[in-house]
């Protein structure tokens, strides 16, 4: 399935179907939660980079980084770490520049995980 490799690009599925213990009807709502929160995270956090606010910044990708590393997303994961660092070492000249590595990869993600959760529906 062409979807599920896009999406094994981003994800450990071994690992998450773990988390999950095999779940699937558990690992859809997971994946349909995140893809529901996303939207909103994903501005919450330009906002705050916009405004140069370091703190909301490092909250933000705290948070991302999370739901990223629930499902198992372990690069993604990783360059909100890398953002929630930089924002709290107050490393606001490389927040941006981070912030332009990220945007793409989760925005990838993102359409590979819902081409994913289309072709689960059929």
């Given at each position: ?51 140069g ?41 490389r927040?941006p ?21 289309a072709?689960?529906?059929?």
């Amino acid at each position: 399935m062409k979807s599920a490799t896009l999406l094994e690009g981003f994800v450990d599925f071994p690992e998450l179907l773990d988390r999950v213990e095999g779940d699937q009807e558990l690992l859809a709502e997971l994946l349909a939660l995140f893809q529901e929160d996303l939207p909103a995270s994903r501005a919450g956090l330009q906002e705050a980079v916009a405004r140069g606010e370091l703190h909301e910044i490092e909250r933000t990708a705290h948070a991302l980084k999370g739901m990223l590393a629930n499902l198992s997303a372990k690069h993604t994961a990783a360059l909100a770490a890398e953002i929630e660092s930089a924002a709290r070492a107050g490393a606001s000249q490389r927040v941006p520049e981070l912030i332009s590595t990220f945007n793409p990869e989760i925005e990838a993600f993102s359409a590979a995980l819902d081409s994913f959760m289309a072709s689960a529906e059929r």
